[in-house]
């Protein structure tokens, strides 16, 4: 069996992409990726998904994480 290594992530700030994926959300906002995912089904959370067509990827508007962190 395989282990895989740990992702890494560049700082909020530092990020400059329009949106990002699950895991990237989940690692900025201290989530579980599944507590995420639960987050955006009922839509409970914070943030409103981008939800990408005729898959089930969600990703997550970097603007919006960075007011609801304070990040400039």
Do not use: D, N
């Not at 909020?12 to 955006?40: F, G, K």
């Not at 981008?50 to 508007?61: A, E, M, N």
């Amino acid at each position: 069996m395989k282990i895989k290594p740990p992702k890494q992530f560049i700082p909020l700030e530092q990020e400059t992409r329009p949106t990002v994926e699950t895991a990237a959300y989940a690692h900025y906002m201290h989530l579980a990726e599944q507590t995420a995912r639960i987050q955006a089904c009922r839509e409970t959370g914070p943030i409103r998904p981008i939800r990408i067509p005729g898959t089930s990827k969600l990703h997550w508007p970097v603007p919006e994480i960075k007011r609801l962190l304070g990040v400039t």
